[in-house]
């Protein structure tokens, strides 16, 4: 067994996406080699309803999936295909956008006004970026969820974990989406296929990742220091750090005193050329400007 190693720790960073939501963005547009087969992960968290009310009016994806789980608040959704629904508390869509969908993404609060959840785009291989769209949606008591005898509870979006498996699957990159709950104090000991990219995002309490040297904390904002490897371990929820590891087969966390709530994805890299802009991702400059053309021309949607 090897203990995965820490790459580093980033810090997701204020941005504004669709008709002005605030939200906060982890990785995405930009080199995401080391994350591949996931392009993009946002974290929209957030208690204000002028901050997100504005949504995600009409726009197009095409060549990836798009995964929205929500933990908090509800985002209905429509398609160009007559898809229609809501997505509440707990609610997970995966989204296959293949050859073409346009669709829109409208969220709104609970009653304290809270819209909490994460959308995760993950890239297709060549073979399947244009075949037929489809959806999976999945109500919270359909997620598949397992609690260990110190009460570490993981609930199983996608993947096969601890004897079962989420309810998504004939994903391409075999990806494994769990929600973990570590009690205060607990120390665990996760597996992870060796040769899959693999992440962890800490949005409740604080944890320590070991890797097989020193333990590294999971961190925050720089304080009182030019050095950007001085900074303050985190203490309190939404943190809203993510740990990149290393290869290895299985990672470590040391639950802190309030214990943790982290994300906890891996898939296995396609390892293909990338051509993106916005919300399509093929694989040439050719690819993406027949996609482009298309939109203009009415014959994106297949």
């Known amino acids: 067994m090897s203990i995965r190693p820490i790459k580093r720790i980033v810090e997701s960073k204020p941005t504004m996406e669709g008709a002005g939501v605030k939200l906060r963005r982890a990785f995405g547009f930009g080199s995401t080699e080391e994350f591949d087969p996931f392009l993009l992960f946002d ?14 009016p009409w726009h197009p994806h095409r060549g990836i999936e798009t995964i929205t789980y929500v933990l908090a608040g509800a985002v209905t959704h429509g398609d160009s ?13 995966w989204m296959t956008a293949g050859s073409g969908i346009l669709h829109q993404e409208m969220p709104r609060g609970d009653p304290k006004g809270r819209m909490h959840g994460f959308q995760l785009w993950a890239n297709l291989p060549s073979s399947q970026k244009m075949t037929a769209p489809r959806y999976q949606d999945v109500v919270a008591g359909d997620v598949a969820e397992v609690t260990d005898d ?15 498996r989420g309810p998504v699957d004939g994903i391409a990159a075999d990806p494994r989406y769990l929600d973990i ?3 205060a104090g607990w120390r665990k000991v996760l597996p992870v296929e060796t040769d899959n990219h693999a992440f962890a995002y ?21 304080v009182g220091s030019s ?10 929820s939404g943190n809203r750090s993510l740990v990149l590891f290393d290869r290895g087969d299985e990672v470590v ?3 802190g005193d309030a214990g943790v709530r982290f994300l906890l994805v891996s898939g296995r890299p396609i390892e293909e050329p990338v051509a993106w802009y916005g919300p399509i991702v093929m694989n040439t400059e050719a690819q993406l400007r027949q996609a482009y053309a298309e939109l203009q021309d009415g014959t994106f949607i297949k």
Do not use: M
């Not at 110190?150 to 079962?164: A, Y």
């Not at 050095?227 to 309190?236: H, K, L, N, Q």
């Open 43 to 56: 974290d929209f968290r957030n208690d204000n309803p002028e901050d997100y009310l504005a949504g995600f």
């Open 81 to 93: 295909l007559g898809n229609k629904g809501t997505l509440g508390a707990g609610d997970v869509q």
């Open 150 to 164: 110190d009460g570490t509870r993981v609930r199983i979006i996608c993947g096969s974990f601890w004897g079962k």
């Open 181 to 183: 709950s570590v009690p």
């Open 202 to 222: 800490v949005f409740e309490g604080s944890a320590t990742f070991r890797d097989a040297s020193a333990p590294t904390g999971v961190l925050t904002e720089r």
């Open 227 to 236: 050095d950007p490897a001085v900074r303050a371990r985190v203490g309190e």
């Open 253 to 255: 966390v040391q639950a």
